[in-house]
């Protein structure tokens, strides 16, 4: 697999205004991708959705512990990982939202937002250690290239 | 922006005027705060003007579910007017357009009070 031509990464401390923090610096990368407005909404929400998770249930709430943000470009997609030091979840474990017996919840849609707004969506171990939420959304169409072949 | 909220009366009617976003943190927060102090001070019959939210995410959407279970326990009723595109695609998705009773104008929602 070819690597990732472009990646950014970032370190977020476990506090409230890293969740700002983190959907702007994504927004801002959308933005320059050329992502669409409703687009870049979308990353910025999804973005927002798993640092809150990293903030609230990998590290919760304590402001010891790091929250890693990496973006990365490869050929068709971008990337997104937020990683916390936690042990990670089993995404099909995640209860249903939409299901009539949780409607009235106040919590737990974030990662059915997550799913909506990006194209793929996975929990997995970070290679040093902690929990990696990782999000992939498909590159905006290209305009035609020069010609060449 | 921070969120903030002005209340006025509409007849029996709180009507509150959100502005800003509603997401984890202060702005969750002051929803939750104002319409339980509504509750608290006797009102039953509260709605949420959201023309001014450009935002929310799924905290503040907790925190309307919340907003909308704490005057229901109370035997009130809480109705929203006004949702922009993205709250309104947000209440959609989330199958809460089940849940809260989602009103066209102030002047409709103010009569369909009981």
């Known amino acids: 697999m070819a690597p990732a031509t472009q990646r950014l990464e970032v370190t977020l401390e476990t506090q409230l205004e890293s969740v700002d923090l983190a959907e702007n610096i994504?927004?801002?990368?959308?933005?320059?991708?050329g992502?669409?407005?409703?687009?870049?909404?979308?990353?910025?929400?999804?973005?927002r959705e798993g640092?809150?998770?990293a903030y609230n249930y990998g590290n919760a709430q304590d402001p010891q512990k790091k929250i890693l943000l990496v973006v990365e470009?490869?050929?068709?997609?971008?990337?997104?990982?937020?990683?916390?030091?936690?042990r990670g979840f089993d995404l099909s474990q995640v209860?249903?939202?939409?299901?009539?017996?949780?409607?009235?919840?106040?919590?737990?849609?974030?990662?059915f937002l997550m799913r909506a707004f990006m194209d793929d969506l996975a929990v997995r171990r970070w290679p040093t250690g902690g929990a990696d939420l990782v999000m992939w959304k498909k590159l905006p169409h290209r305009a035609a290239g020069n010609g060449r072949s | 922006m921070a969120l903030q909220g002005t209340c006025r009366d509409v007849g029996?009617?709180?009507?509150?005027?959100?502005s800003g976003k509603i997401?984890?943190?202060?702005?969750?927060?002051?929803?939750?705060?104002?319409?339980?102090?509504?509750?608290?001070?006797?009102?039953?019959?509260?709605?949420?003007?959201?023309?001014?939210?450009?935002?929310?995410?799924?905290?503040?959407?907790?925190?309307?579910?919340?907003?909308?279970?704490?005057?229901?326990?109370?035997?009130?009723?809480?109705?929203?007017?006004?949702?922009?595109?993205?709250?309104?695609?947000?209440?959609?998705?989330?199958?809460?357009?089940?849940?809260f009773d989602v009103q066209p104008d102030e002047a409709a929602a103010v009569r369909s009070f009981r």
């Open chain 1, 26 to 33: 994504v927004t801002r990368v959308a933005e320059a991708a």
């Open chain 1, 35 to 47: 992502f669409g407005e409703d687009d870049i909404h979308k990353l910025g929400m999804a973005v």
């Open chain 1, 51 to 53: 640092v809150v998770n």
């Open chain 1, 73 to 86: 470009f490869e050929s068709e997609q971008m990337v997104v990982h937020i990683v916390d030091e936690g």
């Open chain 1, 95 to 111: 209860a249903d939202p939409l299901a009539e017996e949780n409607l009235l919840r106040t919590s737990g849609r974030g990662i």
């Open chain 2, 12 to 18: 029996e009617v709180a009507i509150v005027d959100f």
């Open chain 2, 23 to 99: 997401t984890l943190g202060e702005g969750s927060a002051m929803l939750r705060r104002m319409v339980r102090e509504l509750v608290d001070g006797g009102r039953r019959k509260i709605l949420l003007n959201l023309a001014d939210v450009d935002y929310i995410d799924s905290s503040g959407i907790g925190e309307l579910v919340g907003a909308y279970t704490t005057v229901r326990g109370a035997n009130g009723e809480l109705k929203l007017v006004h949702l922009t595109k993205r709250v309104r695609d947000i209440i959609q998705i989330t199958r809460l357009f089940t849940v």
